[in-house]
């Protein structure tokens, strides 16, 4: 079982940036589970609206995959050694208020689809003003 917890999402201005964090933790060669194994992402959810793909690296952070909205602006980055992926956000938006997650991928392949993610965390909350 694999838990994930994201953390530093806060308030921000118009234009700032905010780096958040996602901490894998409950996957060890115990368990025969190794969180290098797996792809990871970032999506998003506003309040009424579906969650949105984000960002997504592939198992090694070889391939990365953005949705056009963040494409040079949001960049993906993961550290095998620490079961950690970040997702640094520069030139924010108001349109990117929203709460951020993390999942975990079933496979190795970087996915912009939410069915090939099964382990998700709680969030963390973004706001950006304008």
């Known amino acids: 079982q694999v838990q994930l917890v994201e953390s530093g999402g806060r308030l921000v201005q118009a234009g700032g940036s905010l780096r958040l964090s996602c901490a894998a933790s409950g996957c060890t060669s115990a368990s025969g589970c190794t969180f290098g194994n797996y792809a990871m992402g970032w999506f998003r959810q506003a309040p009424g609206k579906e969650r949105e793909f984000v960002a997504t690296?592939?198992?090694?952070?070889?391939?990365?995959h953005y949705a056009n909205s963040v494409k040079g602006r949001f960049t993906i980055s993961r550290d095998n050694a620490k079961s950690t992926v970040a997702l640094q956000m520069n030139g924010l938006k108001p349109e990117d208020t929203d709460r951020y997650y993390c999942?975990?991928?079933?496979?190795?392949?970087?996915?912009?689809?939410?069915?090939?993610?099964?382990?998700w965390g709680e969030g963390t909350q973004v706001t950006v003003s304008s």
């Open positions: 999942a975990s991928a079933k496979s190795r392949l970087a996915s912009y689809l939410i069915a090939e993610y099964d382990y």
């Open positions: 690296i592939s198992w090694r952070g070889r391939n990365t």
